[in-house]
């Protein structure tokens, strides 16, 4: 099902980047919230680190909602702990968890992650589904995220329903498109952003670990198509970019999908062009887009006043998640 959603954008930012860099530069950190860390060891020999809340109130067997990130997020993404919170004040324990190599520490295989790979994905829902198999779980990605968790929910459909719901920010359903979107105007900013997080946290981990291919290439690429298809697609076990962003772009998966999920969008998105967003022949009949005029990327950002902001995605994700978890 596809609909409009009335999304009502503050008006003094109107603008699609002004969505997008506004809760990333000026929404204040979370206080109160209460983490622990738990380290997950994979069967390949790397890790996966979740950051759980913790609060006197939560008990075992209280339904939880996984985090999935955006490209080189962490738990400091302004979405994370603002999310947290208010699984925590809905009963809900959080746990957020970091693809490989962005908790704060290098994973120890020359591969990470990517926007298909699901593997992670699975073992981590399976492992919480053995440790309480009557527990209500949902997940929720963000961007990249998203377009992981969708293409999870869709190449897993004819298997038994691990999650009890799902919901996907700001996708970038066809990669190649949202690769070539961000290589104009002034979307080239995120781009520039995104590659010095990758050379940063990729040159680190290759000081401690041999990569299977050479270093040097990291300070050569300059745009994502090209850091996908000289580093993402050879790390992986891709043929090159364009058998990268065909397999694991996520639009592809959706009408396989038979979990309540609900997809929100919006049109201006900067990362990637409108002509992203499925028709609505295109969804299962377990899917709910809603899609925006407004709202930048992971953005939506709405209030009267600056001082007085309100993140729509905070109330509208536990909306959603109430009728399926509680």
């Given at each position: 099902?596809?609909?409009?959603n009335q999304f009502k954008p503050a008006w003094w930012l109107r603008n699609s980047h002004l969505?997008?860099?506004?809760?990333?530069?000026?929404?204040?950190?979370?206080?109160?919230?209460?983490?622990?860390?738990?380290?997950?060891?994979?069967?390949?020999?790397?890790?996966?680190?979740?950051?759980?809340?913790?609060?006197?109130q939560n008990q075992s067997g209280d339904p939880v909602v996984l985090i999935l990130h955006g490209?080189?997020?962490?738990?400091?993404?302004?979405?994370?702990?603002?999310?947290?919170?208010?699984?925590?004040?809905?009963?809900?324990?959080?746990?957020?968890?970091?693809?490989?190599?962005?908790?704060?520490?290098?994973?120890?295989?020359?591969?990470?992650?990517?926007?298909?790979?699901?593997?992670?994905?699975?073992?981590?829902?399976?492992?919480?589904?053995?440790?309480?198999?009557?527990?209500?779980?949902?997940?929720?990605?963000?961007?990249?995220?998203?377009?992981?968790?969708?293409?999870?929910?869709?190449?897993?459909?004819?298997?038994?329903?691990?999650?009890?719901?799902?919901?996907?920010?700001?996708?970038?359903?066809?990669?190649?498109?949202?690769?070539?979107?961000?290589?104009?105007?002034?979307?080239?900013?995120?781009?520039?952003?995104?590659?010095?997080?990758?050379?940063?946290?990729?040159?680190?981990?290759?000081?401690?670990?041999?990569?299977?291919?050479?270093?040097?290439?990291?300070?050569?690429?300059?745009?994502?198509?090209?850091?996908?298809?000289?580093?993402?697609?050879?790390?992986?076990?891709?043929?090159?970019?364009?058998?990268?962003?065909?397999?694991?772009?996520?639009?592809?998966?959706?009408?396989?999908?038979?979990?309540?999920?609900?997809?929100?969008?919006?049109?201006?998105?900067?990362?990637?062009?409108?002509?992203?967003?499925?028709?609505?022949?295109?969804?299962?009949?377990?899917?709910?887009?809603?899609?925006?005029?407004?709202?930048?990327?992971?953005?939506?950002?709405?209030?009267?006043?600056?001082?007085?902001?309100?993140?729509?995605?905070?109330?509208?994700?536990?909306?959603?998640?109430?009728?399926?978890?509680?």
């Open positions: 099902m596809a609909t409009t969505q997008t860099l506004w809760p990333a530069i000026c929404r204040p950190n979370v206080k109160n919230l209460n983490l622990q860390r738990e380290r997950i060891e994979l069967p390949d020999g790397d890790f996966i680190d979740l950051d759980w809340t913790h609060h006197e490209l080189e997020g962490s738990i400091d993404s302004h979405y994370a702990k603002s999310l947290l919170k208010e699984f925590t004040n809905h009963g809900w324990r959080g746990a957020f968890m970091h693809f490989r190599g962005c908790s704060g520490e290098p994973n120890r295989l020359a591969r990470g992650y990517h926007s298909g790979e699901t593997g992670d994905v699975e073992y981590i829902v399976r492992s919480l589904r053995v440790r309480e198999p009557n527990t209500k779980l949902a997940v929720v990605g963000i961007s990249l995220g998203g377009n992981v968790l969708l293409k999870w929910l869709g190449e897993t459909a004819d298997k038994n329903n691990l999650v009890d719901a799902a919901i996907a920010v700001s996708v970038p359903f066809e990669l190649h498109k949202a690769a070539t979107r961000i290589q104009q105007g002034f979307s080239r900013f995120y781009q520039w952003y995104f590659m010095k997080c990758l050379r940063e946290r990729l040159s680190e981990k290759f000081e401690v670990t041999v990569p299977p291919l050479n270093p040097g290439v990291l300070h050569e690429v300059r745009t994502m198509y090209d850091f996908d298809d000289k580093i993402t697609a050879p790390l992986h076990g891709f043929t090159g970019v364009e058998h990268y962003y065909s397999s694991a772009s996520s639009r592809q998966y959706l009408r396989n999908i038979n979990v309540p999920t609900l997809i929100l969008h919006a049109k201006d998105d900067p990362f990637m062009s409108s002509s992203v967003i499925p028709e609505p022949h295109e969804l299962s009949p377990s899917i709910t887009l809603e899609v925006t005029e407004r709202g930048g990327h992971v953005g939506f950002v709405g209030g009267r006043y600056p001082w007085r902001p309100e993140y729509w995605l905070d109330q509208r994700i536990p909306e959603f998640l109430k009728e399926y978890i509680d």
